[in-house]
């Protein structure tokens, strides 16, 4: 026995000897050209089961790694794949130090020169959120471009008509035409209207490498006014290695199928480099009637000079032919019966027909120079050029029309399925029976049926080129200095023109609210318009932009400073080429050129207390134009503009406080941003004019304040907790004045409106946002997550025909707007699940396969509202409203080949 037990210690001893031939590996792992803290990279022991993934600074720790000579694997999305030869020794820890990735791309940094705004020597004194590749890879599916920020600080995104490319976002309340959008440092918002309309980019995902949200005043190499923020749109350079991918996904989204395909040569000789992509997406949308036939292409070409000198060459557009969802009021879905229905189609001789459909190819071509000129000294230069053409298609009618409203967005109890859709047929009837003999004012005599309603297409074309140059200079180790030039010159063509006479013969381009003569009095009284042919109105705008910006970047000890100058020199002018009945005197010919300086001046400061703790603050004043759209009394038909033109005046002010660690990381911001003499236009449906009208609105203010939390909580090496929680108070500030105008027609019918609006909540953009999402990432290249998000204190937009007269308040006594507060939506929520794995087929084969459900819980509430004026007769009118996606699915293939 005492043999037995001996042998039994020497065992256990000699077990628990090897058992203690095991240490440790760290290490840090960053972006070898920007510094940039790596988070979710993959570390694995080769021949092994043993892994693990970066933390939120980048850091790993591989625990019970068997001691003597080991290959570490390290992988990331985006980057070469790492091999490194380690040497563990027993129970001790083997510190790698800082461990650089490469990119697995070609001229990365001639274009993150212009666009990146994540400064690794520096932390910027504002707050910024990236969306990676990674995060790209795994979380987009079947989602628009913009929906990926859904769950950063003080960014809603609204998905509207639900159709694709119809999202929108907002950062801290400001739309699209307040925030700086860039796609490679490259601003992209329309010249005369500051919008972005995300449909022209359809496919952007699939070529994006990484996003980057600045919200507030931020430090962005550009002479931009912007006032909610930047989105910072990086595409995928030219890759290192060549390979070949071919991917189909399957959705019932804004689309059914997608189908990519993507080539790289690598690197050649003669220092050349080419990547190609291509895709396309068709069917169906979630919402019916919204199918989509659209395309998307990107073309990235490097060619190197030596050391100091390299060019890349980046071209992409998204032909696209989308079928549009519509809104209609809360009462005409009820009694539907189907939150996916959309009013704006019918059947015509038994075929499909949506009234709404967007034609729009907008591609954009940039040339970057990226000139290293010395130690510490370069110039990147880039020239673009953007040639779009498209439009929109809608139903126009004459007074006479029987169906007022051929698209019945007013479903009321009682109505028959066949009157929830557009009545072709029926309009296709009248328009034939409407036989007439008439006479032009040349003696021309014309017979045969005159349309009462046509299809007509409002065409948005242009023609746009840009410089943009910027010079670094790193004086020292601590002073940075930029400069640089901006310069854009732009040109847009607005016409419409017959698509479809609906059985008529002709149509006769006449105001329908009046017995006018002819839109244009160019042409004889009564001339015939056949499809093809242009009608309503006519005209070209030109814009130019000449900037210059001085941005300094300075570190004083624990403290790091920035400060930034710009000077705009901004013109606009209109050239009519109808002549309209309305504005004898203003509708033909060029208008004055209109010139605006503005300047901008921002600065912050960060203060690192510790390595953990930071507090940042800033400031910024700047003065902006009015754009194009908004300074005319009715850009379509007129060069009148309304009184005298002011720049507009923000003025911003934020701060915050961050705290960084291994396990954990959290920022906490405050804001408040005050915005006056404003102009913008409100279009809607008027219920005191029974048709669509446009107010121009001028002399607004708003006021935008709020409190942003974000923070990550590394539970594991593998698992991750993501959170974030926004809560905003913002309002208008003080009554605006307003012109209203009839859509389309062309009347002025009211030329001084004052509109009561002072102290009512912002529309448009949940006030209050919420998001959470718990992330697990395992070393055998699996994944899967799950996301959370809530939305309250989302109010409706306001119609400013309900605000043309004030209320008295009777606790007061006195008028107020109080009891005529926008609508408040109920809260809501939303939750999505994701996942997928990859696969090694054989050498330089791999399978990639993802699964997204999106709003697992078919939560299908509204998510956009605008207010109905209210009358004697409907003093509650049910408001127009679009309902966010049902439960949505995705799943895709990849197959890569390198």
Known sequence: MRKIFTLLFWVITASGGLLAQTGRISGQISDEETGEKLIGVTVQLAKTNLGTVSDVQG??????????????????????????????????????????????????????????????????????????????????????????????????????????????????????????????????????????????????????????????????????????????????????????????????????????????TGLMKGDWAITML???????????????????????????????????????????????????????????GDKRWNPNWGTLNGQFLNANVNRYHKPKFMLNHYWDIKDHITLSTSAYYSLGRGGGTSINRTASAEIAQPINRFVIPGDTPEEFQVPW???????????????????????????????????????????????????????????????????????????????????????????????????????????????????SGTVSWAGAFLQGEYTLGNVDLFATATAVRTAFQRNGKFWHQEFLDSSLGKSEKFQFTNVTFKAGANYRITGRHNVFVNAGFFTRAPFFQDAFVDNRISNSVRGDLENEEIFSVEGGYGYRSARFAANVNVYRTSWQNRAYTVGFFSDTYDDFV??????????????????????????????????????????????????????????????????????????????????????????????GNFYDHLYADYNPETYTQLLVDPRTGQESNFLNQVERLPNAFTFDLWGGKSWK??????????????????????????????????PEPSPFVQYYFGRTYFISASLSFR
Not at 448 to 467: C, F, P, T, V
Not at 843 to 852: I, K, M, S
Request: net charge negative; charged share 20%.
């Open 278 to 336: 291509g895709s396309t997406r068709q069917g169906e949308g979630f919402r019916e009637g919204t199918d989509t036939d659209s395309w998307a292409y990107f073309l990235s070409a490097y060619k190197g000079f030596g050391e100091k000198h390299q060019l890349v060459f980046t071209a992409f557009g998204a032909p696209q032919t989308t079928n549009r969802g519509g809104n209609a009021t809360e009462t005409a879905f009820e009694v539907v």
């Open 841 to 874: 087929l054989g050498q330089g084969t791999f399978l990639r396969l993802n699964a997204n459900i999106n709003n697992i819980f078919d939560n299908q509430f509204v998510i956009d509202t605008f207010q109905r004026t209210r009358t004697l007769d409907n």
């Open 694 to 787: 446009n107010f121009r609105m001028f002399n607004v203010g708003a006021i935008h304040q709020g409190l942003e939390l974000d923070w990550n909580i590394q539970l594991s090496p593998t698992l991750s907790l993501q959170g974030m929680a926004s809560i905003g108070d913002w309002r208008w500030d003080g009554n605006a004045n307003a012109i209203v105008l009839a859509d389309p027609g062309l009347q002025v019918l009211n030329e001084n409106q004052e509109v009561f609006i002072d102290e009512v909540k912002v529309g448009g953009s949940a006030q209050t946002v919420g998001a959470l999402q718990l992330r697990y990432r395992h070393p055998k290249f699996w994944f899967m997550g799950i996301g």
């Open 59 to 264: 850091n790993f720790i591989l625990e019970k790694v068997p001691a003597g000579p080991q290959i570490l694997l390290i992988s990331y999305v985006g980057y070469t794949p790492s091999e490194i030869p380690v040497n563990v020794s027993p129970e001790k820890t083997l510190s790698l130090g800082a461990i650089r990735l490469q990119a697995t791309s070609i001229g990365l940094r001639e274009i993150e020169v212009f666009a990146n705004i994540v400064d690794e020597k520096r932390q910027p004194p504002t707050p910024v959120a990236t969306i990676t590749a990674q995060e790209i890879e795994e979380k987009m599916g079947a989602q628009e471009f913009p929906e990926l920020l859904k769950s950063t600080p003080g960014v809603f995104v609204n998905t509207v008509g639900g159709s694709f490319g119809d999202a929108q976002v907002r950062i801290r309340g400001f739309g699209s035409e307040n925030t700086a959008v860039l796609i490679n440092g490259i601003p992209v918002n329309d010249m005369e209207n500051g919008r972005v309309f995300w449909s022209n980019w359809g496919g952007m995902n699939d070529v994006t490498r990484n996003q980057q949200v600045q919200r507030g005043l931020g430090v962005t190499k550009l002479a931009v006014s912007a006032v909610g923020g930047s989105i910072n749109i990086i595409t995928k350079p030219t890759e290192q290695r060549k390979g070949v991918q071919l991917s189909y996904a399957y959705s019932n989204r804004s689309w059914q199928n997608r189908v990519m395909l993507s080539a790289s």
């Open 425 to 539: 047929d029926q309009m296709v009837a009248e328009n034939q029976a409407n036989q007439v003999a008439l006479f032009t004012s040349n003696g021309q005599f014309i017979t045969g049926a005159q349309s009462k309603y046509i299809l007509q297409e409002s065409r948005n074309d242009h023609n746009w080129a840009g410089m943009l140059s910027t010079l670094n200079v790193e004086v020292n180790e601590n002073f940075d200095l930029t400069a640089g030039l901006d310069y854009r010159w732009f040109r847009g063509f607005h016409y419409q023109e017959v698509v479809n006479l609906l059985g008529g013969d002709f149509w006769i381009d006449r105001e329908r609210f009046n017995d006018q003569p002819n839109n244009n009095l160019l042409e004889p009284i009564n001339t015939p318009k056949r499809e093809g042919e242009r009608i309503g109105y006519d005209y």
